[in-house]
């Protein structure tokens, strides 16, 4: 099993930056996709980012020019770098990897991300 811990979330102005962490514990071997989800309250968690083992990357049209998702493979888990952030990104982020070893998702808990206007 793979443990998720997200970090860097927090408050921030419409127009700021923030970086989101992902550290992994547990069974980190064979890792490919990782990605970034996040949810508001009654709304299904979307895709924010995801990034292969061969470092394709996929970003949400509303992540485009703003986000970066990178990855550590000594990690085995993706950061999120966020900028030029509007009120409508504020949502709870997910990080996400795929363990091809188990053919099994793992979450972690969420970071709470608020964008004030």
């Known amino acids: 099993q793979v443990q998720l811990v997200e970090s860097g979330g927090g408050l921030v102005q419409a127009g700021g930056s923030l970086r989101l962490s992902c550290i992994a514990s547990g069974s980190k071997f064979d890792i490919s996709t990782v990605g970034w989800y996040r949810q508001v309250p009654g709304a299904q968690r979307e895709l924010v980012a995801t990034q292969t083992a061969g470092d394709m990357r996929n970003y949400a049209p509303f992540a485009k020019g703003r986000y970066t998702i990178s990855r550590d493979n000594d990690k085995a888990t993706p950061d999120l770098q966020m900028n030029d952030l509007k009120p409508d990104d504020t949502a709870v982020y997910y990080c996400?990897?795929?363990?091809?070893?188990?053919?099994?998702?793992?979450w972690g808990q969420g970071t709470q991300v608020t964008v004030s206007s």
């Open positions: 996400y990897v795929y363990q091809r070893r188990s053919d099994y998702g793992y």
